[in-house]
């Protein structure tokens, strides 16, 4: 039986990859979800709403709707274009579940730097902002409330999903305490307090971040049942809990610190006690997870010696210092937790 000839088709979809990724970045950046709210508007209405040039406003837009990014009612210059389900909820600014503030970063930000990933793969350094002298991102954030709090809330968007997913599979009702690591807006706490009235959480992370943490919290009504707590987890002990959480927090550094915090946790927690790593975790063949790979590339970009890793990899670091049992729950898309028992 005659087999037939491989196609390039995969090949070329990924080589104009970028094409698609900046046509939506683009959309987020302009804020062309949110002026089409649920509304219908026909291309020259979006066009005067977001100041575009009218060269570029039907192959802009269509292409969003070849994308399923947008639906279009009709043809021809009197075409209604109007949000999917997934824009609605997703990329407009009224939504509660906005996550464009992704997007927006990756726009600003990441899709230059990623233009030198062949320079970073020769190099193992940074290609971001410290490349030329300037503060790494985390430095820049926390010298500037105004940036720190937007790009807090661009995370929350893109972890509130995981956070969801974690307090619905993980057993939460064993522990009487928590404490989220580099708990950002706290929103891992109020995700797992809502569903948990019995457990006190504490959001854990630096002082310049635990404003914006009071104000998520007690939006969400729980200031009585959740606190913060500052400090710096390389530097400080941290606060004693049953469980211990860290939401894409480990990915950030190299071995040498993932290790210190890895021993930090162990020695906050009881016999018995649980760390809880969420993280886009690599498959341990590193053969699937292609988003996981990525992210640790991204890493390389961002800090040069940063990695993401597997499950294999948490639990040999984990056994090192001490921790004895360990699982793996799949939360969300790329997303997983790792679990390990003290």
Known sequence: MKTSSPTPDAILQTAFGFWNSKVLLTAVTFDLFTALGQRRLTGAEIGNK??????????FLDALVAMKFL???????????????ATALYLDRNSQRYIGGIPEMLNSRLFKYWNDLPEALRTGKPQNETKHGGKNIFDELYADAEKLERFLDAMTGLSRINFEALAGKFDFSRYRSLCGVGGATGLLCIEIAKKYPHIECISFDLLPVEPVAKKHIKAAGLADRIRTATGD?????????????????????????????????YDALPSGGAFVAVEALIDNARRE??????????????????????????EKCCREIGFKRFEVIHLAGPSSAAIAYK
């Open 50 to 59: 977001i100041k575009l040039h009218p060269r570029g406003v039907a192959d």
């Open 71 to 85: 639906e279009r009612e009709g043809d021809g210059a009197d075409a209604k274009y109007f949000n999917t389900p």
């Open 233 to 265: 987890f390389f530097q400080d002990p941290l606060p004693k809990a049953d469980v211990i959480t860290m939401g894409m927090i480990l990915h950030d550094w190299n071995l040498e610190k993932k290790m210190k915090l890895i021993r930090a946790v």
């Open 289 to 314: 997870n292609v988003f996981g790979l990525l992210m640790s590339l991204n890493m390389l970009i961002e800090f040069g010696d940063a990695f993401d890793y597997s499950a294999a990899d948490f």
